[in-house]
């Protein structure tokens, strides 16, 4: 017998059913951190990925040391606030939650106030108070940590006039129909939340053009990835629009943290592990994105739409040019190599995996309506299998070689690696 928990995002009309054992059923109502974490995403919606990418991280960790501080389960992850085993872990983390947003926020200000205080209500005032204090301390560092480091405002829609590539094969150009100058070429300069440095873990050197791989994983895309391909299948053409339909990288922070906060409701996950578990995901999602972008910027390679409209000047005599060619998704600005949406769901999944212990936890996600598409339930058997499908819908979408989204899911899984052996670790 399996029961199903069913966590709504009411915002995006994405739902997560996440499936368990009798055995391990814990009827939880989402506890404080997972609230937090659906109060930020509510902020997504109608905006670019830009400052999120950065909220996220920033308000887990400070929730994380702030619980922490109080527990000390684990070693911190940004600092330890000296403070009252008696404090309200509850109230800690919710109070360093607030702050955090409300300095990155501070429109929003209201509503962070008004969740704050409905998770006050009934927890004893001197350990409210104790709680707070710690919450405060923890944000505050938090806070000091991160200014200036890096994100500029709007960050996400503002294209870079000075990122300019010569015309010579193999280099990107922007692509038709928009044009558009690069964007988030900033990101290889950003701080990082667990990486030593933006290149730590930088993928090698995409194939070269006359190589037989590069040969290979064109003609793929320009066979499967073409808006007229005969070769992709019905489903296959639903699966990449169904991933496409959740909004480029902003869509992927949405599905894996409402995966996360399903199967941690699911598994019956401890305040202070869920705290932890959010930590290494965001980091995760920061750090391995910021490793593709930074790939992207160091190699600069093609996307496919000028790949296969220019193949007669690549010299490898197994690509033929087609001058029409158009991808069945729109191409994203900024070059191809490596990939964003396998390096998210790469580190996204191992993320997930280190958190758990496991990955085979089965779980469904049901999209919203997009693109004049129906709502679509998909079945996981756990994090990997989403991930590998999120990897292919690109491929099937004209945007990205095979070679792309290989040399993500090596290179990204590491980011939540390396924050799992650094930070947080047991005492």
Not at 276 to 295: I, K, N
Request: proline residues 8%.
């Amino acid at each position: 017998m399996r029961k199903t928990w069913t966590l709504s995002a009411v915002i995006i009309g994405l739902t997560i059913a996440c499936h368990a054992s009798a055995s391990r059923a814990f009827a939880q109502s989402p506890n404080v951190v997972i609230q937090w974490n659906q109060t930020l995403q509510t902020l997504f919606v109608g905006t670019g990925p830009g400052v999120h990418i950065r909220a996220l991280p920033m308000m887990h960790v400070a929730m994380f040391d702030a619980i922490n501080s109080i527990e000390e389960v684990y070693t911190p992850y940004f600092g330890q606030v000296k403070g009252s085993h008696g404090g309200s872990t509850e109230v800690a983390a919710a109070t360093a939650a607030r702050d955090v947003l409300a300095a990155l926020y501070p429109a929003q200000q209201t509503t962070f106030d008004n969740l704050l205080a409905t998770q006050l209500a009934g927890i004893p005032p001197g350990r409210a108070k104790q709680g707070e204090a710690i919450g405060h301390a923890a944000a505050a560092a938090v806070l000091k940590w991160r200014h200036n480091d890096g994100w500029p405002a709007q960050a996400n829609i503002v294209p870079d006039p000075t990122y300019v590539l010569p015309t010579f094969p193999g280099l990107w150009q922007p692509t038709p129909p928009a044009n558009s100058l690069a964007t988030f070429t900033f990101f290889p300069r950003v701080v990082p939340f667990a990486m030593l440095t933006s290149t730590q873990f930088l993928p090698p050197p995409p194939p070269t053009l006359i190589s037989a791989r590069y040969a290979a994983d064109f003609n793929e895309v320009k066979l499967f990835g073409s808006a007229t391909s005969a070769a992709r299948t019905p489903e296959e053409t639903l699966w990449a629009q169904v991933h496409a339909g959740v909004n480029t990288q902003i869509g992927f922070f949405h599905v894996w943290n409402r995966v996360a906060g399903s199967v941690a409701q699911s598994q019956g996950l401890s305040l202070i592990d869920t705290a932890r578990m959010f930590v290494l995901l965001t980091v995760g999602l920061h750090d391995g994105l910021q490793t593709s972008f930074t790939s992207k910027f160091v190699y600069g390679l093609w996307r496919p739409i000028t790949a296969i409209r220019r193949a007669a000047e690549d010299q490898n005599a197994a690509t033929d040019a087609d001058p029409s060619w158009t991808p069945l998704l729109p191409t994203p600005p900024y070059p191809a190599y490596a990939g964003n949406a396998a390096c998210l769901s790469a580190a996204s999944a191992r993320a997930l995996q280190i958190a758990f212990g496991r990955d085979d936890i089965p779980f469904s996600v049901t999209y919203p309506r997009t693109m004049g598409l129906p709502t679509e339930t998909r079945d996981y058997t756990g994090f990997w299998d989403l991930a590998q499908q999120e990897a292919r819908s690109r491929i099937l979408g004209g945007i990205h070689y095979q070679f792309d989204s290989d040399a993500s899911q090596a290179a990204c899984v590491k980011a939540p690696e390396f924050a799992a052996a650094h930070y947080m670790v047991p005492r």
